[in-house]
């Protein structure tokens, strides 16, 4: 893999664990009211033994390590009221790792790390993903300002079942706050971004939101208009054994001045329960996006690229223990490429609930990746994970 590479994408790892303080959010371990407020703290903390065979062309390589999975650890603050019809929250979510491996306690190895394989992690990293409030009613919807999960990739990561595990880890650097999952392999990064969102009241099950997001510079050298971001969504469930959701989204950003181009995305995506179990369906087209085999939005070193990619995913429950295969393709083209590259990556996870707060997970994941631009000689990494993670 191209080290530039690399490093600009491991850079991207700090923010690809932010997209669980949507699912934590909603616990409540601790929780205080003082008149018309309330407060509640919750977040979750996992570890993983992860080893990993990676063969670049004819060179093999083996690596083990102690790592977070796809998500940091997370604490998070969420305060909450009704005043005057207007119900107010405000969501203060703070993401630490485990992976710090400091020789002398409290001090970094190597600030000038910048996390190489091979070099220690340069500082314990802590990265605030939530900090936003909002405020609405159930007539008219709400408003959201400040820094929290973005629209477009947002449901396709939160379905994602290496959620709660490792998935992926070829552009995973270790150590590093987190994992890839299956980023890169079907849909791209998310991200937390700073927004100012609308959300629609819910009415017979389909709700909508749209907001305009921070701009990023990832062509040209100006961003006189914000970035775009919408999501349409349609929620159902019939009798108690069957449910379903049905979501499109859409992105645009554009830049000016020298080298400046727009970009923009659409994906559909689709999840469905019967019983036990679980099938989720997704894709998605972009043109200026990014490179989608890296997976991170606006990363664009090689211009003004297409990108597009499935991901399929079942699941079955078995008492306590969920079983699932999921399988997805991502694809780069045009701009300065010289050919179509392709990432694409399979895992088969073992989740079991140990109790209402541990879940022990399993996982075997492959990735393969060919292209002379990003995969010189083809990648292909195989990891065997095994941890758990908690919520509270």
């Not at 999960?149 to 706050?177: C, E, R, W």
């Not at 087209?285 to 939005?297: I, Q, R, Y």
Request: net charge negative; proline share 3%.
């Amino acid at each position: 893999m191209n080290t530039g590479l690399k490093m600009a994408a491991s850079g991207r790892i700090v923010l690809v664990t932010a997209m669980c303080a949507a699912a934590v959010g909603q616990a409540q371990a601790v929780s205080f009211t003082q008149g018309d407020a309330t407060l509640d703290i919750n977040g979750t903390i996992n570890g993983f033994y992860a080893h990993r065979t990676q063969e670049v062309g004819d060179v093999k390589t083996k690596d083990s390590a102690l790592t977070n999975g796809l998500l940091p650890g997370w604490i998070n603050f969420v305060f909450t009221t009704k005043v005057e019809g207007l119900d107010i929250k405000a969501h203060v979510g703070f993401a630490p790792g485990i992976n710090d491996k400091s020789d002398v306690v409290g001090l970094p190895s190597d600030p000038s790390c910048g996390g190489d394989r091979g070099c220690d992690s340069p500082f314990s990293q802590i990265d605030t993903r939530n900090l936003y409030f909002q405020f609405g009613s159930s007539d008219w919807g709400t408003v959201k300002l400040g820094r929290d999960i973005g629209l477009f990739g947002q449901k396709i990561i939160l379905a994602d079942m290496t959620l709660l595990g490792v998935g992926g880890n070829s552009y995973a650097a270790t150590p590093f706050n987190t994992t890839f999952g299956m980023i890169g392999h079907g849909y791209m990064y998310t991200g937390f971004q700073p927004q100012i969102t609308y959300t629609t009241p819910t009415m017979g099950g389909f709700s909508a939101s749209a907001g305009i997001f921070d701009p990023n510079r990832f062509a040209g050298d100006e961003t006189e208009e914000p970035g775009f971001q919408a999501m349409l969504n349609y929620d159902w469930k019939a009798g108690d054994t069957t449910s379903g959701s049905v979501w499109a989204g859409g992105v645009h950003q554009t830049t000016s001045g020298d080298g400046s181009f727009d970009a923009r995305g659409l994906e559909l995506g689709a999840k469905l329960g019967f019983g036990n179990f679980e099938a989720v369906a997704y894709g998605f087209d972009g043109k200026g996006l990014g490179l989608s085999t890296v997976g991170a939005l606006f990363f664009s070193p090689f211009e003004e690229t297409k990108g597009r990619g499935y991901f399929v995913q079942g699941t079955y429950k078995f008492g306590k223990t969920k079983v699932g295969l999921n399988y997805g393709e991502n694809r780069d083209k045009d701009g300065l490429l010289t050919e179509t590259n392709k990432f694409r990556s399979a895992t088969f996870g073992v989740y079991h609930s140990l109790n209402k707060y541990v879940t022990l997970v399993g996982e075997y994941n492959r990735e393969k990746g060919t292209g002379a631009d990003l995969f010189p000689g083809d990648l292909e990494t195989r990891t065997i994970s095994l941890g758990g993670i908690l919520f509270f």
